[in-house]
């Protein structure tokens, strides 16, 4: 791992809304910001000193791309393993060979989780029908079929099996490449832990948050905090130093958890990269995931974590009020903004999110409703 200094050229390879608050954040940082996307319209272009765009992650694009940086991130399920190879081989990539591995393969991700002693659903890897039939037998139904690959055309599209009748949804996506049956969790919460690491072993950890799903509306909001007690979130906080340690991770993970209503805590992901859902901490902690993570690929100190707010929201723009949130844009100072106009869109095109900062959880839900935002 290579520390970088000021003037120094990132890469980012990706297009989504935490890509574009990286680049920002590196650029306040002053570095330089190179952009590989499949669409040259996207959030991050405005903050890229040069952008390619590129029909497909091939193997010339990526030759191209990192001989003109000095340091590749990517988001997570755009690359192959033997991808993340090739570009190390021409620049720094930030991750060891087990990071590469677990980050492009979630059956490699389950077998480190595995054997690090992490409580995960039980799994098996299936190639065919048959394959199914036979974990079914000690996994019951329901469970997940997941592709192990991660950079495939819909890896995020799980298949839910409920009985033999969709074994036929199963062979659609087995048809695809090799996939893992996971054992299904009755849990009561979903939560995750985020945590950014630098090349010196300084790590800083987020609070844990929590995904909810709203009955209104068809996504999940970020809360912050998590509604779980202390001995639960002790052991969350040991399992994720445990994982980021042992990896001797470099930039970003973040660590996602079943729990059941007994409090039994279950490891379901452990993710390296940014993850969109890391935005509540825009407005609401001192130093945003963004900005750590660009800190800690570029081999920069890490500074102390300082909550601002008690509480927070985090809402996808998509669902909101748009002429309302604009109004509290003008109006705040308190609340956290990520929107962006793309470039080559139209000028009342926003996309993001607005995270609603408080005193308690019930104070972020009040303000919601008294601004109309939704």
Not at 40 to 65: G, H, I, K, M
Not at 131 to 144: K, N, Q, R, S, T
Not at 171 to 191: D, Q, R
Request: proline share 3%; glycine share 6%.
């Amino acid at each position: 791992m290579k520390r970088h200094l000021p003037g120094s050229t990132i890469g980012i390879i990706g297009n989504s809304i935490s890509s574009a608050l990286l680049a920002q954040a590196a650029g306040k940082l002053g570095y330089r910001v190179a952009s590989l996307v499949l669409d040259e319209n996207n959030p991050v272009r405005q903050f890229a000193s040069w952008q390619t765009v590129t029909e497909t992650y091939n193997d010339e694009a990526l030759r191209y791309f990192a001989s003109r940086v000095d340091l590749v991130t990517s988001e997570v399920g755009l690359l192959t393993h033997r991808q993340y190879q090739l570009v190390a081989t021409i620049t720094d990539v930030g991750l060891s060979e087990n990071l590469m591995a677990i980050t492009t393969d979630r059956l490699l991700e389950k077998n480190f989780l595995d054997g690090h002693r992490c409580l995960i659903a039980p799994y098996s890897l299936v190639t065919n029908i048959g394959d199914i039939e036979e974990a079914v037998e000690y996994l019951g139904f329901p469970c997940i079929l997941k592709a192990t690959q991660r950079h495939l055309s819909h890896s995020k599209d799980h298949v839910i099996l409920y009985s033999e009748e969709d074994y036929e949804a199963a062979a659609e996506k087995l048809a695809n490449g090799s996939c893992i049956l996971e054992a299904w969790i009755p849990f009561e919460k979903t939560v995750s832990l985020t945590a950014v690491r630098n090349e010196r072993g300084e790590i800083l950890f987020y609070p844990i948050f929590e995904m909810v799903d709203q009955a209104s509306t068809t996504t999940r909001q970020v809360q912050f905090p998590a509604n779980i007690n202390e001995p639960i979130q002790q052991e969350i906080y040991r399992i994720g130093r445990s994982i980021v340690e042992d990896l001797s991770l470099v930039g970003t993970m973040t660590i996602r958890f079943f729990v059941t209503s007994a409090g039994v805590i279950y490891v379901n992901e452990a993710s390296v990269g940014l993850r969109d859902e890391a935005l509540f901490t825009l407005g609401s902690m001192s130093i945003s995931h963004y900005e750590a993570t660009a800190r800690g690929l570029l081999g920069l100190p890490l500074p102390e974590l300082r909550i601002r707010s008690k509480a927070a929201i985090a809402l996808p723009l998509e669902q909101l009020n748009r002429e309302n949130v604009l109004t509290q844009y003008m109006l705040r100072t308190d609340w956290g903004f990520a929107l962006f106009n793309p470039i080559g869109n139209d000028p009342d095109y926003l996309t993001g999110q607005v995270i609603v900062t408080g005193d308690s959880l019930r104070s972020c839900e009040r303000q919601i409703e008294l601004t109309e935002l939704i």
